[in-house]
Every structure is written in structure tokens, then in C-alpha cells.
């Protein structure tokens, strides 16, 4: 499956984004989404994930502030953050797994997008 992550840019602190996600390829509805990103210096790290069936599960860091959602049909994943921070600041990856089950760890992931830079300014 390719995908294609997009919507990323500057934002101030305590705006909004939102990213977007194009999957293509492979039966979208048999994947497990989910959103890590990846910022300066650091390792990727986890941020939300979807199941197949829409259920979601988020990093400690981001519940409350981020929501992630998916569609079926137009195989697209999404990733609204509100209350950003200057913390949120990096490279946020979409990945796909091809499983039932949701995995918060990044070798649990069968395929990534190319990533998109979210900068959030103080």
C-alpha cells in the first residue's frame, strides 16, 4: 500500500492542524492506521492509531488535544490536533499495519508515508 501524508506547516502555539493521509494500493478497510512522529535529535515515537473499525488509541502526550479518524471509503486517514504545542513540533508519519490488532510501536507497521513537517511556533 502507498501512502501519502499531507497537510503539515507552521503554526502558532495553541492553534490548529489538521493532517491528511491517502492510502492506495491494497483494501484500505483491512489496515490498522495510525499516526508517529519524529522530531530533531529524536526517535519516532508513537502519537494515535485507528483500527480497522474506527476505534482509536492515543500517546498520553496527545490525548485530549489530538483526534484521529478514518474513511473507508475515500481511504483516508485523518489527524486533527488542537491545542498544539511547541513540543508537537516534528515529522508526523501515517503507517499502515495489516492487522487486527492496534500496535503503539513503530516495528508494528507494515508501510509509511514520507512525512510531513509540523512546526508549531511559541
Known amino acids: 500500500v502507498q501512502l501519502q501524508a499531507s497537510g503539515g506547516g507552521l503554526v502558532q502555539a495553541g492553534g490548529s492542524l489538521r493532517l491528511s493521509c491517502a492510502a492506495s494500493?491494497?483494501?484500505?478497510?483491512?489496515?490498522?492506521m495510525g499516526w508517529f512522529r519524529q522530531a530533531p535529535g529524536k526517535e519516532r515515537e508513537f502519537v494515535a492509531a485507528?483500527?480497522?473499525?474506527?476505534?482509536?488509541t492515543y500517546s498520553d502526550s496527545v490525548k485530549g488535544r489530538f483526534t484521529i479518524s478514518r474513511d473507508n471509503v475515500k481511504n483516508m486517514v485523518y489527524l486533527q490536533m488542537n491545542s498544539l504545542k511547541p513540543e508537537d513540533t516534528a515529522v508526523y508519519y501515517c503507517a499502515a499495519r495489516h492487522s487486527i490488532a492496534v500496535a503503539v510501536i513503530t516495528t508494528g507497521y507494515d508501510y509509511w508515508g514520507q512525512g510531513t513537517l509540523v512546526t508549531v511556533s511559541s
Open positions: 494500493g491494497r483494501p484500505f478497510s483491512s489496515f490498522v
Open positions: 485507528t483500527s480497522r473499525n474506527g476505534g482509536s
